[in-house]
């Protein structure tokens, strides 16, 4: 292929939302920072459970799961997990069992948290739910799935597992491989040339495969990712090694650098799921501005990265926002948000 992108087009996938999601201008934020064009690619509007970054990854993975002939399938996250959740959605669409493995990653005695947002959206999927304590072990989490799995091989299923440490193949990363080459065609077919892309960096899949994408497509912007989960020294170097995993699914070259994978965890503090000043703020401008609904762990703290961003920008410039999704997650922060409103 021409552009890039080897074999991307040779993998397994099941596709269960339409494409492309719109991008969108951002007129009412525009004008009240009185600074650079504004711009959204809104992958919250995937219409499959809620939608969200997470239906473009799960696509690859589920086409592996079918070539195997899985009829199960077992995914471990946070308990608030927007990957769990549309996890759920898929093996409900495919007619899969789904295992989901929540993980004790935020510190919160809320029984909203707990019981609200994506987990309740999860047993309405009639997914089965299993805890797991400790939320940064990653590698611990990866291992107790395998227990879970052992036992449902023993019993005749056929289970396939997403796993969540680094180690296993990226392949919800191409997912945004494939976003990207989406959203160039939407930039060039609206002759919109960006300054700069903002996108929120966790697990660091849907960071490293927009910026693989942009960068095999010849699009040169910067793309700055915002930490949701871990400092931006020890986010760095997952994301560049998640894109060279990725050039290795393709196989062809990785076209990103070092100096392509620009971080801040500015935005980060208290931690992982946590909501901070300038987050909330963000999460109030989105919705009583423009009508977007971002979440306290992503979409939130991405958008103030990007608000912070634009107040700084110059009046040429054009910068363009990734919303991931994760509408479920305000309703199990519905107690923490309250507090805005004095509730």
């Known amino acids: 292929m021409t552009d890039g992108l080897g074999r991307l087009d040779e993998l397994p996938r099941v596709r269960l939302a339409p494409d492309p999601t719109p991008l969108e201008r951002l007129p009412n934020i525009e004008r009240e920072?009185?600074?650079?064009?504004?711009?959204?690619?809104?992958?919250?509007?995937?219409?499959?459970?809620?939608?969200?970054?997470?239906?473009?990854?799960?696509?690859?993975?589920?086409?592996?799961?079918?070539?195997?002939?899985?009829?199960?399938?077992?995914?471990?996250?946070?308990v608030q997990s927007n990957f769990c959740r549309l996890c759920a959605a898929f093996a409900a669409r495919l007619g899969?069992?789904?295992?989901?493995?929540?993980?004790?990653?935020?510190?919160s005695g809320d029984p909203l948290y707990r019981s609200s947002g994506n987990v309740l959206v999860e047993r309405l999927l009639g997914a089965t739910l299993h805890s797991y304590p400790d939320g940064e072990d990653e590698a611990g989490a990866d291992a107790r799935l395998e227990e879970i799995a052992a036992g449902l091989r023993a019993s005749g299923r056929t289970p396939y597992v997403i796993h969540l440490a680094p180690g296993h193949p990226p392949l919800g990363a191409l997912g945004y491989v494939v976003g990207a080459r989406e959203l160039a065609g939407q930039l060039e077919a609206m002759e919109i040339r960006p300054s700069a892309f903002v996108v929120p960096s966790g697990s660091g899949a849907t960071h490293a495969g927009f910026l693989f994408g942009l960068r095999a497509l010849g699009i040169d912007a910067p793309v700055l990712g915002v930490c949701v989960r871990r400092a931006a020294?020890?986010?760095?170097?997952?994301?560049?090694?998640?894109?060279?995993?990725?050039?290795?699914?393709?196989?062809?070259p990785s076209p990103v650098i070092a100096a392509d994978v620009q971080i801040t965890d500015e935005f980060l503090a208290p931690g992982y799921g946590q909501l901070n000043p300038a987050t909330r703020e963000a999460i109030m401008t989105g919705a009583s501005r423009e009508a977007l609904m971002l979440d306290p762990v992503y979409s939130g703290k991405a958008m103030a990265a990007f608000l912070d961003r634009a107040r700084r920008g110059a009046a040429e410039e054009t910068l363009v926002f990734l919303h991931t999704g994760g509408t479920p997650a305000i309703f199990a922060y519905g107690n923490v948000l309250g507090e805005g409103f004095g509730w």
């Open 33 to 78: 920072i009185a600074g650079p064009r504004l711009y959204v690619k809104r992958d919250d509007t995937h219409p499959l459970a809620f939608g969200g970054n997470k239906v473009r990854q799960l696509e690859f993975y589920f086409g592996e799961a079918r070539e195997q002939g899985a009829d199960s399938v077992l995914i471990t996250g946070a």
């Open 96 to 107: 899969l069992e789904c295992h989901i493995q929540m993980e004790d990653r935020v510190p």
């Open 233 to 252: 020294d020890l986010q760095q170097p997952r994301i560049l090694a998640r894109c060279g995993e990725i050039a290795k699914l393709l196989g062809v």
